[in-house]
Nanobody
Framework: QVQLVESGGGLVQPGGSLRLSCAASRRILSISARGWYREAPGKERELVASITSGGTTNYADSVKGRFTISRDDAKTTLLLQMHKLKPEDTAVYYC?????????????????WGQGTQVTVSS
């Protein structure tokens, strides 16, 4: 069973920076998507940033220009660098890896989630 472990969350003042890291317990084959999501109290989980196997990135409008997603395949690590943090960025952040493959010619998909790391932006 693959485990994803996030780290790097914490309390930061508005305008500050944090770097989140997500490490997989072992290499995952056939990864089709990598992303960071967040869930604020009373709100649905939303996609913050994603990166394809080819390196194409996508960001939620609310974080464009402030957050950067990257990956280190050698270390099976997904990163999220966050700058100019705002109180509205406060949430639990989750990393997600999606694997798509075939079993007996039948397409399958597996989603792996971390346990989440709390980010609190407050003065």
């Amino acid at each position: 069973q693959v485990q994803l472990v996030e780290s790097g969350g914490g309390l930061v003042q508005p305008g500050g920076s944090l770097r989140l890291s997500c490490a997989a317990s072992r290499r995952i084959l056939s990864i089709s998507a990598r992303g960071w999501y967040r869930e604020a109290p009373g709100k649905e989980r939303e996609l913050v940033a994603s990166i394809t196997s080819g390196g194409t990135t996508n960001y939620a409008d609310s974080v464009k220009g402030r957050f950067t997603i990257s990956r280190d395949d050698a270390k099976t690590t997904l990163l999220l660098q966050m700058h100019k943090l705002k109180p509205e960025d406060t949430a639990v952040y989750y990393c997600n890896l999606r694997s798509e493959y075939y079993v007996n010619s039948v397409p399958r998909r597996s989603d792996y989630w971390g346990q989440g790391t709390q980010v609190t932006v407050s003065s």
